[in-house]
């Protein structure tokens, strides 16, 4: 489960170490906290500001110095990991990007069917994004534990990079040129699954090699972003175990 860590040495200790912190809370910056803010920012974790009395309430009336982390619930690795934890299975990589998903309920579902399905990990992007909260490591179910999760700054770039090392970058959208059945999921590929109402944005979308739709045929016209992600997993699965 994810953590409070507060006090401004504590802090400062965790971002000199590079412990994983999915985000700061802090009033306003004076003194060292102006230092802890600068850190933050130089490692892309997010910072809000926060009164005092929210961080009392926060912290059960402890002595915060003005400043709370939240700590992830587990390290996250590089994007190059998920490549390579896909060499040590001796598979085609077979990876999910989040783009901006917000609900922790969802990222933990996705959690849990990627660890179904042999994937073999999530990458989520550090602003604008959930990240690995208690909430996740709940719902995930303890998949959390099981799949290795990359977090990036910039998703576009990330994707780009992944391209250039044969992977082919596959966008779910409502209005994808394919159908999923289409695809050959074989190749070394990497699902790109949409913000929760939002879809795909424009640059990540630009970036995809091809989108592809799930065929719908009621009177609701989208999925669950967990939902469509298993969808298509599976039909990954379904390809893979037939050629094996």
Known sequence: MSELLYGRNPVLEALKTKRPINKLLVTEPEGSLKTIVRMAHEAGIPVQ?????????????ARHQGVVAYVAAKEYVTVEELLLEAGRKKEQPLLVALDHLED????????????????HGVIITKARSVSLSGTVAKTSAGAVETVPVARVANLTQAL???????????????GGQEMI???????????????????LSRLVKETCDLTVRIPMA???????????????????????REQS
């Not at 500001?49 to 929210?54: N, V």
């Not at 922790?104 to 994937?119: E, F, K, S, Y």
């Not at 967990?226 to 990954?236: G, H, I, N, P, T």
């Open 104 to 119: 922790p309920h969802n990222l933990g579902a996705i959690l849990r069917v990627v660890d179904a399905a042999g994937a």
């Open 49 to 61: 500001k926060a009164g005092r009395k929210s961080l009392d309430q926060l912290t059960g009336g």
């Open 160 to 174: 780009v990079q992944l391209k250039e090392n044969g992977l082919w970058v596959i966008g779910l959208d409502g």
């Open 181 to 199: 059945y289409a695809v050959d999921w074989k190749l070394p590929t990497v699902l790109v699954v949409g913000a929760e109402g939002k879809g």
């Open 218 to 240: 009621g009177q609701i016209n989208s999925l669950n972003a967990s939902v469509a992600a298993s969808v298509a997993l599976y039909e990954a699965v379904r390809q893979r």
